[in-house]
């Protein structure tokens, strides 16, 4: 099977391991970083802090992106630090 996907060789994003909180108001824990197997994208590896904990992957550049809600600008997910909210 012939692959025409040209590697990357982007660097490592600057995405802390962590805990951050998303604009919604939501907690969640940043694992990893990972490359997608067949386009190297950067991909973060997250895990939900509430409900059943799911494990997610998001493309780094839309993690690290601004949303605009009501006409604010925000960042999708808010690095908070390396500890767990203490409201969870």
Known sequence: MSNNL???NSPEPAIAIGYYQHYKGAYYQV???ARHSETEEWLVIYRALYGEHGLWA???????ENV???????AR???IGSQPPGKL
């Open 6 to 8: 040209k590697p990357t």
């Open 31 to 33: 694992i990893d970083l």
């Open 58 to 64: 998001r493309p780094a550049s839309m993690f690290a």
């Open 68 to 74: 605009t809600i009501a006409g604010e600008e925000l």
């Open 77 to 79: 997910f808010q690095f």
